[in-house]
């Protein structure tokens, strides 16, 4: 059995990519948003957590979360956050055996990218991934246009312009 190492470091700020299991043709995400908000919703009120910024693709979501001062247990939210937006789908995913024997749905990957935001201008290259990201993947061809974003957010509080991203040679250099 793996003998994963994590940072465990209370009052983090952390970057996530979380991808479904099967995600060629698959935009199970954002044809159930309402649930995995949902699933945000209810975890976050059992295990508070800050989002300063997210964006849901069909397939596969990233996010920054702040935790609390005195907390470093993220894989418990994001163990909840999966089961409880899986619990509540319809089955109908593939299982594999090794799902089955485990008593897995299927439905997500079993592990997620983890990145420790180690200063200012990482956390900002973050947040500009997570918002460059719907364009990258060819779902809109502006950032503004893409619903499932925080980028929206961002805008009314000032932190990016309406038309950020517009600029003729443009280029989003972060990544996963």
């Not at 059995?1 to 199970?28: C, D, K």
């Not at 309402?34 to 997210?54: C, G, K, S, T, Y």
Request: with cysteine; charged share 30%.
């Amino acid at each position: 059995m793996p003998n994963y190492r994590r940072i465990h470091q209370p009052g983090a700020t952390w970057f996530f990519t979380v991808a479904l299991a099967e995600r060629r043709n698959n935009s199970l995400l954002t044809d159930h948003i309402d649930l995995l908000r949902a699933a945000f919703r209810h975890i976050r009120h059992r295990h508070p957590f800050a989002i300063p910024a997210m964006v849901v693709l069909p397939d596969h979501l990233h996010c920054i979360w702040f935790l609390p001062p005195d907390d470093a247990d993220y894989a418990t939210r994001w163990r909840l956050i999966k089961g409880y937006f899986s619990r509540n789908l319809e089955v109908r995913e593939f299982r594999s055996e090794s799902r089955i024997k485990r008593r897995e749905r299927g439905v997500w990957q079993r592990r997620f990218w983890t990145h420790l935001i180690t200063d200012q201008e990482d956390y900002n290259r973050h947040m500009d991934y997570i918002h460059w990201n719907p364009v990258k993947h060819g779902l809109v061809k502006r950032t503004e246009d893409w619903p499932y974003s925080s980028f929206h957010r961002c805008v009314r509080l000032g932190i990016y312009p309406a038309d950020w991203g517009h600029d003729d040679g443009f280029n989003m250099d972060a990544g996963e």
